[in-house]
């Protein structure tokens, strides 16, 4: 069973910068679709990005020109770099990829936007 391994999250300050990452724990594989979701305490999951293997990518309109998707050569690895944070940014951010035509969904890290 493939899993996606998430790291990146932590505390930064208003205006700050975060990098999460996201990898496959069998780097053979590839994603043909890929992206981040979050959750807010109490709430439901919600999107945040989107990237396909060949390299569209949309975001959610509340981190539109913020945030940054993106993967690696072998697509097996998925990124969001998030610029000018905001308090209302944290939450519980989770990669999600699809291999073959299975959804796997990461552990979730925490990020948190605060003075």
């Known amino acids: 069973q493939v899993q996606l391994e998430e790291s990146g999250g932590g505390l930064v300050q208003p205006g700050g910068t975060l990098r999460l990452s996201c990898a496959a724990s069998?780097?053979?594989?590839?994603?043909?679709?890929m992206g981040w979701y979050r959750q807010f305490p109490g709430k439901e999951r919600q999107w945040v990005a989107t990237?396909?293997?060949?390299?569209?990518?949309s975001y959610a309109s509340a981190v539109k020109g913020r945030f940054t998707v993106s993967t690696n050569n072998a697509k097996n690895a998925v990124y969001l770099e998030m610029n000018s944070l905001k308090p209302e940014d944290t939450a519980v951010y989770y990669c999600?990829?699809?291999?073959?035509?299975?959804?796997?969904w990461g552990q979730g890290t925490q990020v948190t936007v605060s003075s």
């Open positions: 999600n990829a699809c291999i073959g035509t299975t959804w796997h």
């Open positions: 069998d780097s053979d594989v590839s994603f043909t679709n």
């Open positions: 990237i396909l293997s060949g390299g569209d990518s």
